[in-house]
């Protein structure tokens, strides 16, 4: 395994082609279906495919860096941390942890772990936070972390306009 970093109770790591199932299940819920729809693999080799893609990203500097969070205590993948370039050299924040593991404070503990190790390995100055303003979860990670809000509205979110935030974390 690939460490990024490590944390008390977490690993950070890249993902490998034994994940696939983990990125299936874990992406079926109902928060990531509400939330971030495009990130839902209904089957194993949709995974299989989006994982080979997120493997061939290490080391590139235009795609988007996905790594898997595990759980030092079992060594059970439980979701990921991102970022992902959204044109003009500007980057967004990414998680999700799966249901059965939420409001554990996983989440925070994966961002806060990796937004300056990525700052630093990528020479990024700052990530914006951008989501569905009905998700208080992640509005709550992204406080923690300390990103600072600076927009609430209409705006483009995935495939259309919704409500959402946007907000800056600065390194």
Same mark, same amino acid.
């Given at each position: 395994?690939?460490?990024?970093? /490590?944390?008390?109770?977490?690993?950070?790591?890249?993902?490998?082609? @034994?994940?696939?199932?983990?990125?299936? &299940?874990? !992406?079926?819920? @109902?928060? +990531?279906?509400?939330?971030?729809?495009?990130?839902? #693999? /209904?089957?194993?080799?949709? =995974?299989? %495919? +989006? *994982?080979?893609?997120?493997?061939?990203?290490?080391?590139?500097?235009?795609?988007?860096?996905?790594?898997? *969070?595990?759980?030092?205590?079992?060594? &059970?993948?439980?979701?990921?941390?991102?970022?992902?370039?959204?044109?003009?050299?500007?980057? $967004?924040?990414?998680?999700?942890?799966?249901?059965?593991?939420?409001?554990?404070?996983? =989440?925070?503990?994966?961002?806060? =772990?990796?937004?300056?190790?990525?700052? $630093?390995? !990528?020479?990024?100055?700052? *990530?914006?936070?951008?989501?569905?303003? /009905?998700?208080?979860?992640?509005?709550?990670?992204? %406080?923690?972390?300390?990103?600072?809000?600076? #927009?609430?509205?209409?705006?483009?979110?995935?495939?259309? *306009?919704?409500?959402? !935030?946007? !907000?800056?974390?600065?390194?």
């Amino acid at each position: 395994m690939n460490v990024l970093v /490590e944390t008390d109770r977490i690993l950070i790591v890249e993902m490998t082609m @034994d994940m696939a199932m983990d990125v299936h &299940k874990n !992406s079926l819920d @109902d928060d +990531t279906r509400r939330f971030v729809p495009d990130e839902v #693999f /209904e089957t194993l080799e949709d =995974a299989k %495919e +989006t *994982v080979e893609f997120l493997m061939s990203q290490y080391g590139s500097a235009e795609g988007p860096q996905v790594y898997a *969070v595990v759980l030092k205590d079992g060594n &059970k993948n439980i979701g990921y941390v991102q970022l992902v370039p959204i044109g003009e050299g500007k980057w $967004e924040i990414g998680y999700h942890i799966a249901k059965q593991y939420t409001c554990n404070g996983y =989440a925070t503990e994966a961002v806060t =772990a990796f937004l300056p190790i990525m700052a $630093e390995k !990528s020479a990024i100055k700052e *990530v914006y936070g951008i989501r569905l303003l /009905e998700n208080i979860a992640s509005g709550c990670v992204l %406080e923690k972390c300390g990103f600072e809000n600076f #927009f609430e509205g209409e705006g483009a979110y995935h495939d259309g *306009v919704y409500e959402i !935030s946007k !907000s800056v974390w600065k390194l």
